[in-house]
């Protein structure tokens, strides 16, 4: 019998033909105006949605043009955005696949270089004004309980333009990372004693909130994901105990939202885009306790997995989905090389980041298995 890593399984409103799902990758193949470059990110969506009932989920995509601070990065709130990823989604649909558009603010994370590249008077700002050290990022900011509100705003409409305008499959908040809503959730970066900090639940109301402006905006819970990293040192992150606050969040989120796509979870062993067990330091470190508490309710799990092990992860876990970044970049076929057992191709990180290239270099040039289905 197969592994339940190949068979289908419903995801929200979709029915996938199989568990390996793309994670969203940052590219910098954006222009100087944050539009997908057309047509190079447009083929390097639909390559990798080559096989039926492929779930993809798009790379972290800003919420505003003050939401970034980083070059090439694409946005999701202007009507040049919206049309080129209507054209790049329309592709993922004739090959019979899907795609979330990932919900992407930067919070400290930002560049000031990049801030004044769209307009020198964006701040760089945060819960609190704390800085991430040698991240070459200046202290942020803390921000208005009001522009907290404005924030809520930005990702409901950011929402309702990925899925009403370019007509995603839905979207994916994202909490993870040190982004924006992984600096409110951790005491590390939010230091506040208002409505928006001090306590496990106070930490936890600005996910909350930016979670049901988006529903409401999708109009179903069901075309809604969250991706979180209790454990990722990446970034200034890294709370001491993360347990407390993500079995608070986690359960909140399937109290409120019942019928929520997902929840994507990224593994201790992974810190942003690289490899790093936390484990050495914190052998306890797992993330079975958010699993208990999802269960039976879909669960994408990240973290440089291989096929052996994704395979394992699925059987043990019924409602389990794997999702794949690196290997997925120089694989564009993986779903079907994982099925067949096919040997990968090795990626280059080097062409991870090529910002603003529109060569497909190390991005729509990597080959396909001869005997998998193009």
């Known amino acids: 019998?197969?592994?339940?890593?190949?068979?289908?399984?419903?995801?929200?409103?979709?029915?996938?033909?199989?568990?390996?799902?793309?994670?969203?990758?940052?590219?910098?193949?954006?222009?100087?105006?944050?539009?997908?470059?057309?047509?190079?990110?447009?083929?390097?969506?639909?390559?990798?949605?080559?096989?039926?009932?492929?779930?993809?989920?798009?790379?972290?995509?800003?919420?505003?043009?003050?939401?970034?601070?980083?070059?090439?990065?694409?946005?999701?709130?202007?009507?040049?955005?919206?049309?080129?990823?209507?054209?790049?989604?329309?592709?993922?649909?004739?090959?019979?696949?899907?795609?979330?558009?990932?919900?992407?603010?930067?919070?400290?994370?930002?560049?000031?270089?990049?801030?004044?590249?769209?307009?020198?008077?964006?701040?760089?700002?945060?819960?609190?004004?704390?800085?991430?050290?040698?991240?070459?990022?200046?202290?942020?900011?803390?921000?208005?309980?009001?522009?907290?509100?404005?924030?809520?705003?930005?990702?409901?409409?950011?929402?309702?333009?990925?899925?009403?305008?370019?007509?995603?499959?839905?979207?994916?908040?994202?909490?993870?990372?040190?982004?924006?809503?992984?600096?409110?959730?951790q005491d590390v970066s939010n230091q506040r004693q208002d409505d928006y900090g001090g306590s496990v639940e106070r930490r936890s109301r600005f996910a909350l909130e930016v979670v049901r402006a988006v529903v409401d905006a999708t109009g179903a819970a069901e075309k809604v994901g969250i991706r979180l990293s209790p454990w990722s040192p990446a970034r200034g992150m890294g709370m001491n105990d993360p347990l407390p606050q993500f079995a608070h969040l986690v359960s909140a989120l399937k109290l409120e939202f019942p019928g929520l796509a997902y929840i994507h979870v990224i593994e201790p062993r992974i810190a942003g885009d690289r490899d790093h067990d936390i484990r050495g330091n914190k052998p306890h470190a797992s993330n079975d306790f958010l699993r208990n508490i999802w269960v039976p309710k879909p669960y994408i799990s990240a973290g440089g997995y291989r096929r052996d092990d994704a395979m394992h992860q699925a059987d043990e876990k019924e409602n389990e989905l794997v999702a794949f970044g690196r290997t997925f970049i120089s694989n564009p076929d993986l779903p079907a090389r994982l099925t067949n057992n096919l040997p990968l191709t090795p990626y280059d990180r080097k062409t991870f980041y090529l910002s603003g290239d529109t060569s497909g270099r190390g991005y729509t040039d990597y080959p396909f298995a001869a005997d998998s289905t193009r």
């Open 1 to 185: 019998m197969a592994s339940r890593l190949f068979q289908p399984i419903t995801v929200g409103q979709i029915q996938l033909r199989h568990r390996v799902v793309l994670a969203p990758l940052t590219r910098l193949r954006a222009d100087e105006r944050h539009v997908p470059n057309l047509p190079v990110v447009k083929e390097y969506y639909t390559q990798r949605a080559t096989v039926p009932g492929t779930l993809l989920i798009a790379e972290g995509t800003m919420i505003a043009v003050h939401t970034g601070g980083l070059g090439a990065t694409p946005g999701i709130y202007n009507e040049a955005q919206i049309d080129a990823w209507k054209e790049i989604v329309q592709g993922v649909h004739e090959k019979d696949s899907f795609i979330f558009c990932q919900l992407w603010a930067n919070g400290r994370q930002g560049f000031e270089t990049a801030f004044g590249a769209d307009d020198p008077t964006f701040p760089n700002v945060g819960p609190s004004p704390i800085a991430i050290d040698g991240e070459g990022t200046s202290a942020p900011r803390e921000l208005t309980i009001a522009e907290i509100k404005e924030y809520i705003q930005l990702y409901a409409t950011a929402a309702r333009n990925a899925v009403h305008g370019a007509h995603f499959d839905g979207v994916e908040v994202h909490g993870a990372n040190g982004f924006l809503i992984d600096q409110f959730l």
